[in-house]
């Protein structure tokens, strides 16, 4: 299986999931599956929400770029994982993006202060500089 990442007992991260991944997935406890993939990428895999139905597993697809942080669809995605059920598996190509992902919807449901971000960040070998997490980060430290 695709080396997925725990951020907490209700989020993990991953790269590209094959259909094999999915069916251990849904074996191992998980509930959803959200592809932060755009169809426009390379290896983007057109029939995934079918495979991961087929397994019993929720599925959402919220793009969101690799290289740009995006307010609203940031914010999109956060809402997506609100409504999906519990356990969810949060991917992309390589994980980076998802690992972002899955650490700020962490975050958010445990109230954790942009300096204990950082610290779970390092825990988990994310890189501070993710567009996404670093958007986060700063919006966060305006508001605290």
Known sequence: MTEI????????AAGQVSPEDLQ????AGF???????SPAETGFVNDEQEQANAVGLEYANIPLS???ANQESLNQAIQEIENLPKPILVHCAAGARASAIALIAAA???GLTPEQVKQKAQELSLKLEQPHLQQFLQEESTIS
């Not at 990442?5 to 993990?12: H, P, R």
């Not at 251990?24 to 074996?27: F, G, H, K, L, S």
């Open 5 to 12: 990442k725990k951020i907490s007992d209700q989020f993990s």
């Open 24 to 27: 251990q997935a849904a074996q």
């Open 31 to 37: 509930k959803s599956v959200l592809n932060l993939r």
């Open 66 to 68: 690799p290289t740009q």
């Open 108 to 110: 958010n449901q445990q």
